[in-house]
């Protein structure tokens, strides 16, 4: 085998000169064409040029038989063809295929085959089993059957535009693959509950993604055909967690090369600005096919939060960047602490901070308003629905509000740490959430120390609103000790903190009973939290239920109090019946009784009445009452 240059002579078995094609491509060892006769017409496509003959390829190409006749020299011995789409080496195989020698069409060399025979016009009008029907019967047989093999023929088509686009072979393709991603979607389906019939009991566990998943070949696609075919397996109803699969991994791969790796590269260059211009390009149309955005969207929190960094760094459009924080808002409670620590886009500004405060900002006011937004779906619940969800322990919105006051703590005390922070800024942060969101304040006092700990000259105002979100009442045995000898906070906070301290103390020497009329310092309402339905985080919005709850409790202790009260008179008379019985005067008072008891008897007897314990009848009644009114008188 040999590599042979443009129009090279070459002697043959009869011993007369031949041309053969010009390539680059190592043939066998049965060269072509195979001809006694000189070449009588040279096709040129771009730097490369075929010396080849007119009649085997009149025979099968309409387009060059179009060409010569309508050419006004029929002498005519050169060609160009330099419009066909796959260039010289599409034209290479379609030659081949003219000269009758078999070429094998492959999943890489398919598309441009089939695209090569339609601009050579190669179809059944002149031969049977020309070149554009072979290849569809490949396309049909091998290609359009399966995804894996689609995605890599619809990868070759990106470089044969317009051309492919005019036969429909991208939109075939592509409807090819969502019509097979479906169906595969409904074979697993039935698959897995043809295995969990049987068991019912059965945990229903998430199978892993296969190292050969169709989806990872997607990466290969670029961005306009990856944007059509995942439109296409939307609306064919591919499920939205298999969607987010395939965004994951296909927005890794893509911006996984475009990071920065030359630390010489000065920002702000021309190549800093084009790569910036990639990412933001990429991340705009990630977030335009991500699934409709709601509470339980299967888009991951890390994913989003990965998008929205590099929105923010790659300065892309305000559209985009809401649309994620909004998205990242309705997941907040899923989130941890380093979702949300955004880098701020500072270029340019030494002084700048290290996150970006502004978007956290709005991602937390976003999750605050979620209640209005679910007026719809909450209008036909009734009232002892309403009830219920707010008295069970995994009742979601006091559940959520709690991690995310959690979430919040953890945010500000970490930066509380940048220099360059404007309290202003970390105050309202700070008043974002409302009172009921904390049960206990120590996480916030923490993150408000720090500050003022890195932050030493801010102004007294400033340091008093700081300290004003604190709720003294909710702070911990260890918190209030460590607040009242902090000299960094203003002398108010450290007498509210006292006083609070000397009320505790009070009520527990008491007995407790004073707690319930003291905040939220009462020993029942954490362990209710601890459970997950803590009474404090009741939002503003479910009033009505909330004071349904809080009127059985005070019902409750009302009802303890009184049997203790009740309980403590009943011991009461029995401790004074019992000093009365143990008094000396006690006996003397009982033989005076006695003896009074026995005169009166013997007078009773001598007026005729009956004596001292015994009923006396009508008439006794009678004298004695006239003999009482005329001893009176």
């Not at 020309?130 to 689609?150: C, F, H, M, Q």
């Not at 922070?421 to 105050?427: H, M, Q, T, V, W």
Request: proline share 4%.
């Amino acid at each position: 085998m040999g590599v042979v240059t443009v129009g090279e002579l070459k002697t043959s078995i009869s011993g007369k000169r031949s041309f053969r094609p010009s390539s680059t491509i190592r043939h066998a060892a049965t060269e072509w064409p195979i001809s006694d006769v000189s070449s009588d017409v040279t096709i040129e496509i771009g730097a490369s040029s075929f010396a080849l003959h007119k009649f085997p390829l009149v025979s099968r190409s309409g387009r060059i038989r179009r060409l010569l006749i309508e050419a006004k020299d029929a002498t005519i011995s050169r060609m160009n063809l330099s419009l066909i789409p796959g260039g010289p080496e599409a034209f290479e195989l379609a030659a081949k295929f003219c000269y009758g020698i078999n070429i094998e069409i492959t999943l890489s060399n398919v598309a441009m085959l089939r695209c090569a025979a339609h601009f050579l016009e190669m179809t059944e009008e002149f031969v049977q089993k020309n070149l554009e029907a072979r290849t569809e019967a490949y396309l049909k047989d091998t290609v359009l059957p399966n995804i894996s093999n689609s995605i890599s023929v619809l990868h070759r088509c990106e470089c044969l535009s317009p051309v492919s686009e005019e036969i429909n072979l991208v939109n075939r393709l592509i409807n090819a693959i969502a019509n097979n991603a479906c169906k595969e979607q409904l074979a697993s389906g039935l698959l897995k509950l043809d295995h969990n019939f049987p068991m019912k009991t059965m945990p229903n566990i998430e199978p892993e993604t296969p190292s050969d998943w169709w989806g990872k070949s997607l990466s290969v696609l670029n961005l306009e055909f990856f944007q059509r075919v995942l439109t296409a397996v939307k609306s064919k109803g591919l499920k939205q967690d298999m969607i987010s699969k395939i965004l994951i991994n296909y927005t890794h791969n893509s911006l996984q090369g475009l990071v920065i790796r030359d630390p010489h590269i000065v920002r702000g260059s021309l190549l800093d600005m084009e790569l910036q211009k990639k990412q933001r390009v990429i991340v705009e149309a990630m977030v335009s096919l991500l699934p409709t955005q709601s509470r339980r969207s299967s888009v991951p929190m890390a994913f989003l939060s990965s998008l929205l960094k590099t929105a923010i760094a790659s300065s892309a459009s305000t559209s985009c960047r809401s649309d994620l924080e909004r998205r990242i808002g309705l997941l907040l409670d899923q989130a941890i602490l380093e979702d949300i620590l955004i880098p701020a886009n500072s270029y340019g500004n030494n002084h700048g901070t290290m996150y970006d405060t502004e978007s956290i900002l709005r991602i937390f006011s976003i999750f605050l308003n979620l209640d209005e937004d679910d007026d719809e779906d909450n209008r036909m619940r009734d009232e002892s629905e309403m009830a219920y969800d707010f008295d069970s322990p995994g009742s979601p919105k006091q559940s959520s509000i709690l991690k995310v006051s959690k979430l919040l703590d953890t945010y500000l005390a970490e930066i509380a740490l940048d220099t360059n922070l404007l309290p202003s800024k970390f105050i309202a942060l700070a008043e974002l959430l409302p009172d009921h969101a904390w049960i206990i304040s120590d996480g916030l006092y923490r993150a408000v120390d720090i500050f003022l700990k890195v932050h030493p000259n801010i102004k007294d105002s400033e340091r008093y609103r700081l300290c004003k979100t604190i709720d003294c009442q909710k702070l911990s045995q260890e918190a209030c000790s460590h607040a009242a000898q902090n000299e960094r906070l203003p002398v108010q906070m450290a007498v509210q903190v006292l006083y609070f301290e000397q009320i505790r103390l009070r009520s527990a020497m008491n007995g407790g009973h004073n707690q319930f009329f003291f905040g939220t310092i009462n020993s029942q309402f954490p362990q209710r939290s601890s459970s997950g339905a803590g009474s404090g985080a009741i939002s503003p919005r479910d009033n009505y239920a909330s004071v349904r709850r809080e009127n059985r409790e005070l019902k409750l202790e009302v009802a303890r109090m009184r049997m203790r009260l009740t309980d403590l008179e009943k011991d009461h008379v029995s401790m004074k019946q019992e000093l009365v019985r143990s008094h000396p005067a006690n006996k003397i008072f009982k033989s005076f009784t006695k003896k009074l008891s026995k005169q009166l008897n013997s007078l009773f007897r001598i007026n005729n009445l009956k004596p001292i314990g015994s009923k006396p009848n009508a008439e006794s009644r009678f004298l004695f009452q006239r003999r009482r009114r005329h001893s009176i008188s």
